[in-house]
């Protein structure tokens, strides 16, 4: 049975929290949603704690299994920064979570467990098992990793572990930009392609940092959202610059280069996609855009509907969230080839049918299909998404 093509459609994530629609902004004028996003919240590596596991540790062998708890610890940070990029900015198949963090965590704890062994052995003490808690698997989105660098070695089960505090994310505001000039549509694009990139990476730095805390109080401000800020600036500068090599008029974007922080777990809104005219419904994180009016000769932008996909298995939400950003990015690529057709068209009446959506069918179909597959692969009810693969244009 066809689902409805809702722009304002909704994903669970595990049956917890949603993706809403990033709406494509039209005529560039921006939503004011007071919150930026690149990506949801990252998962973190669900490993067991070993602390707890211990028999009294010999005062001799003390020191040796502290050092080595910490690496533990230090290692689950690593860990959970890499989950973090990932989210930002997915890369890899279905198994790269597997195969490049998990995995290898996995050798790494192996290593550090034999050498906790060898400790209480050298201490002349009965060497522990601990084999079992090498393997790791995955959080949800948002649920903090359970830690074991908080309690003093010598207590057997302790019977709790500290957890690292669900991570900040930046809240950046969203430019109000008028329409883009068709000419400076691209270049305008680029540069809100690279403020939601320096988000993700802000994102992920604060992800790092409540994994792993380190500098003073003022750490925050100075080595991520002061950087940020430069960043933001020479962004939005390069926008104001692309209005005027056009002839239009400059806009005076420096109120939007400065950030604050959301609460731990608060997502922000995106910048979305430049097009002038209508926009369109997105498949990634929560933003809101405006319908824009364009000008006399203002490019297109496609009219694509957002997927209705059901409640996502854990297991597979990194896939699906991968494949959320291919249809994203697919999207953006389309645009961008729209906004350069109407600057300089070229072709026949059929070229944008022809050489700009029937290819991005094409792509979304494949898209799709992998996010059904990705279903399949963990044993759930593989949803049918084929009508949402055509676009047609705003």
């Keep these: 049975m066809a689902r409805p093509m809702r722009k304002n459609a909704v994903l669970k994530l595990g049956g917890v929290g949603a993706l809403a629609v990033l709406l494509l902004g039209g005529g560039l004028q921006l939503a004011s949603a007071g919150e930026n996003t690149g990506s949801t919240a990252a998962q973190t590596v669900n490993c067991p704690t070993v602390r707890d596991k ?12 502290e050092r080595e708890l910490a690496n533990l610890d230090e290692e689950i940070a690593r860990q959970n920064e890499r989950l973090a990029k990932q989210a930002a900015n ?16 996995k050798s790494k704890r192996v290593a550090v467990l034999d050498r906790i062994e060898i400790n209480f052995n050298r201490a002349g003490a009965q060497r522990p098992n601990l084999d079992a808690l090498a393997t790791c698997g995955l959080n949800a989105p948002g649920v903090a990793s359970a830690l074991n660098s908080s309690v003093k070695a010598g207590n057997a089960a302790t019977g709790g572990n500290n957890t690292t505090a669900a991570a900040q994310t930046v809240n ?7 329409a883009v000039p068709a000419q400076a549509a691209a270049n305008v694009q680029a540069e809100l392609a690279n403020l939601d990139k ?6 992920a730095r604060l992800a790092q940092q409540a994994a792993n805390p380190q500098g003073g109080a ?10 940020l800020e430069d960043k933001r600036k020479a962004a939005l500068d390069r926008i104001e610059i692309a209005f005027n090599r056009v002839g239009a008029q400059r806009p005076n974007l420096d109120n939007f280069a400065a950030c604050g922080l959301n609460g731990a777990g608060a997502g ?6 430049v097009g002038a005219g209508n926009g369109n419904g997105g498949n990634g994180n929560a933003g809101n855009g405006n319908a824009g009016n364009g000008n006399a000769g203002a490019a297109r932008t496609v009219n694509c509907p957002t997927p209705q996909i059901p409640a996502v298995p854990a297991q597979a939400a990194a896939n699906v ?21 109407a600057a300089n068209p070229q072709g026949g009446a059929n070229f944008i049918n022809n050489a700009i959506l029937g290819p991005l069918e094409d792509k979304r179909k494949a898209a799709l299909d992998r996010i059904e597959i990705a279903f399949n692969r963990v044993g759930a009810q593989r949803p049918n998404l084929d009508n949402f693969a055509a676009c047609g244009l705003n």
């Design 54 to 65: 211990l028999p009294a540790v010999p005062a001799s062998a003390a020191a040796g299994v």
């Design 90 to 105: 997915p890369q890899g198949g279905a198994n790269f979570i597997n195969n490049a963090i998990l995995g290898p965590l």
């Design 172 to 178: 950046c505001p969203t430019p109000q930009i008028p």
């Design 198 to 203: 320096q988000i993700s990476e802000a994102n």
């Design 218 to 227: 003022n750490f925050i401000n100075n080595a991520i959202l002061g950087p």
């Design 268 to 273: 922000n809104a995106g910048n979305g996609n």
């Design 321 to 341: 969230q991968a494949e959320l950003a291919n249809l994203d990015k697919q999207i953006s690529e389309a645009n961008a080839r729209l906004a350069q057709q």
